[in-house]
Each structure stands twice: as C-alpha cells, then as structure tokens.
C-alpha cells in the first residue's frame, strides 16, 4: 500500500506567530483607510446646514470612537475568518493570515479597541452609544452569519452604512428627514452590490458565499436598479416644497441628477470588470473621477443655497 507524501507547505499555510509582530503590521491590520466610510455621521448635520462648530467637535469625537469600534472589529473577523483568508488569493496578504502578527496580541487590542470605542461614544452621547452598540451588533451578526446568504449580506452592508448616518443624527440630536434616509438605502445599497460584483468578477463570490460565478449579470442589473432608484428619490426631492424653503437657487440642484447618474452607472461598470478594488468607498477616495464628481457636486450644492 502506498501513502501518499506530505504536501509541501505553501505561503498561505504559514501558522500565526506567539510573538508580537513589527507595529506597522498592526497598524495595517486595522485598516484605517477603511475610517473614510466613517465620515457619515456628519452627513445628517450638514444635510441639516448645521453650522454650530461645537455639534462637529461632538461628531469628530464620534467619528474616532467609531472608527476605534471599526479596527477592533476588523481585528476580531480577522481572527474568525483566519482559516478562510489563507486560502484566499487576496485576503492570504493580510497581516494576520500572512504570519506578520500574532493571535493573542491580535485578539487583545480588537477588544481593547471595541470596548473604548464603545466607551467614549457613551461618553458622548447616550444615543450615539446605543447607535454604536447597534453598529457592533449587526457588524458580528454579519461576519458570523449574515455574510454568507443570499442578497441578506449586501442589505447588511447597506445597513452598517446607514447606521453610520443614523449615529451622526443621534449625536446632535438631529432628526433626519424622510429623503435622507430613502436616498442612503438606495445609494448605500448600490455601493454594498458593487463591492460583491467586484469579487464575482474576480472569480470570488463564490469563495464562502452564497453566489455563483453566473450571478454577476443579475447583481449588476440589481446594483443599476438600486442606482437609479438614488437618482429618482433625489428628483422627488428637489420638487418637494421643503426644497424651496432651504434652497434659493434650488433649480440648480436638477444639474446633480446627471453627474450622479454617471458616477452609479461608472462605479456599476467597472465593478462588473473587477476594476473597483477593496471597499467602493475606498476606491472612491483613490478615484480621480470620483473626486471631480464630488467636488461639482459640492460646487452645485453651495450655489443653490
């Protein structure tokens, strides 16, 4: 009888060390170009034209409790998904899964991070805490759970985005209007469908999910609707009575409904050839066209007031 020889090992079976790793391998670990999509909790204060500077001071505070919340928990799912992202073509490059940082430290400053995350958001706000415990719980339910079913982990992504904007709303005590909260379900929906087109475009999807490689025209057909379904929530706001009480030049803002149509068709396309790496938002920040677009946007918006 013959028995077959040991499998040379592979650079993604390489074990965690017991030994702390070099800093900035932990400080990769926690993703902080991943604390852009934090920035959402101003969004409800300056759709409100907000301008007391203690409010953003406040929201400041939670955009570092948030993002303290962020890093420990992209730690702790680096932690549940180990075995997983050693063998993933992209993932296996990650801190952790690489041997570059150790588990027991890994673990410890996750908590750490969560638990003063957690804090100083009650710490200034009741509400904003309770916002961020929300955060904390569907972010778990998600990596434990949620991730791996159909269509449900992309609502879920769409949900952490809006959470942000309901934490930031929370903190100063503003209540946001119905168009907000209709347009970041659209919106943040496109984006959550463009980041799973990405990995299905690259050969991914299926990889610990609960997609197809054939999935990919349906998801991009699904990520235009949830697009366009932004752009007509935005049309039925610029018509609205409330426009005209908050806009002097409120005609001007018709001239975004085409620059935001471009940028959603854009970012559906190109996630359809994989060409939109790591989070959509991420590779917003990296993106020159996106930052010409938002800063038309931000030119429109301001002539209108």
Request: glycine fraction near 6%.
């Given at each position: 009888m013959s028995v077959a020889a040991p499998r040379p090992p592979a650079e993604n079976d390489a074990p965690t060390p017991l030994v702390p790793g070099a800093p900035l391998d932990y400080l990769r670990a926690l993703r902080p170009h991943h604390w852009i999509k934090n920035l959402m909790?101003?969004?409800?204060?300056?759709?409100?034209?907000?301008?007391?500077?203690?409010?953003?001071?406040?929201?400041?505070?939670?955009?570092?409790?948030?993002?303290?919340?962020?890093?420990?928990?992209?730690?702790?799912?680096?932690?549940?998904?180990?075995?997983?992202?050693?063998?993933?073509?992209?993932k296996r490059h990650r801190p952790l899964a690489a041997g570059r940082t150790a588990l027991p430290p890994t673990v410890g400053i996750g908590l750490a991070l969560v638990a003063t995350g957690l804090a100083a958001a009650f710490g200034l706000s009741v509400a904003a805490g309770l916002g961020v415990l929300l955060y904390l719980a569907v972010t778990f339910t998600y990596s434990l759970w949620l991730k791996r079913k159909t269509f449900i982990d992309v609502m879920a992504i769409a949900l952490l985005y809006a959470i942000r904007v309901l934490i930031g709303a929370a903190a100063v005590s503003v209540t946001p209007s119905p168009w907000l909260l209709a347009f970041s379900l659209f919106v943040f929906l496109a984006i959550a469908i463009a980041k799973r087109q990405t990995e299905l475009a690259a050969g991914e999807g299926a990889d610990g999910r609960a997609y197809r490689a054939e999935d990919g025209p349906a998801m991009a057909a699904l990520g235009a609707g949830s697009g366009f379904a932004t752009?007509?929530?935005?049309?039925?706001?610029?018509?609205?009575?409330?426009?005209e009480t908050r806009y002097a030049q409120h005609e001007l803002l018709w001239l975004v409904c085409p620059l935001l149509v471009h940028w959603l068709g854009r970012l559906t396309l190109l996630a359809a050839r994989g060409e939109v790496d790591d989070d959509p938002l991420v590779f917003a920040m990296r993106d020159r066209t996106s930052w010409l677009t938002a800063l038309a946007i931000g030119a429109i918006v301001i002539a209108a007031l």
């Open positions: 909790v101003f969004v409800p204060l300056l759709a409100d034209h907000g301008t007391d500077g203690e409010l953003y001071l406040r929201l400041l505070g939670v955009f570092a409790a948030l993002s303290a919340c962020a890093s420990g928990t992209y730690l702790l799912n680096d932690v549940l998904d180990l075995p997983h992202d050693r063998r993933h073509r992209r752009v007509v929530v935005l049309t039925l706001y610029i018509q609205s009575p409330e426009v």
